[in-house]
Nanobody
Framework: QVQLVESGGGLVQAGGSLRLSCEAS????????MGWFRQAPGKDREFVAA????????YYADSVKGRFTISRDNAKNTVYLQMNSLKPEDTAVYYC???????????????????WGQGTQVTASS
């Protein structure tokens, strides 16, 4: 069991930056693949980025590639999402998620993740 708490959301002008953090409880954080997802009003939750257990591999949605960076610090039980050049279409509630996988493969579908945070609102105004 792991509990996830996101922070760092807020209101920013288009073109600005934010860094989201997600702190996990428990001593087995390094055994989880971690992901970030987002959900805009009236839309399905969508994949944003994921990072492998060691942090050595990352994967991004095409819509954020080159603008967002996912990273993790296993010593601090925390995963980050650095968001640069924000656009109004990035506005959504952002969720972090943990995937318990024996193989440790990065995943992009919501059902492949076992634990979810409560979400943090990100608003990029035009």
């Amino acid at each position: 069991q792991v509990q996830l708490v996101e922070s760092g959301g807020g209101l920013v002008q288009a073109g600005g930056s934010l860094r989201l953090s997600c702190e996990a409880s428990g001593r087995t954080f390094s055994s989880y693949v971690m992901g970030w997802f987002r959900q805009a009003p009236g839309k399905d939750r969508e994949f944003v980025a994921a990072v492998s257990r060691s942090g050595g591999s990352t994967y991004y949605a095409d819509s954020v590639k080159g603008r967002f960076t996912i990273s993790r610090d296993n010593a601090k039980n925390t995963v980050y999402l650095q968001m640069n050049s924000l656009k109004p279409e990035d506005t959504a509630v952002y969720y972090c998620a943990a995937r318990s996988s024996r193989v440790g493969a990065i995943a992009t579908r919501t059902y492949e993740y076992d634990y979810w945070g409560q979400g943090t609102q990100v608003t990029a105004s035009s």
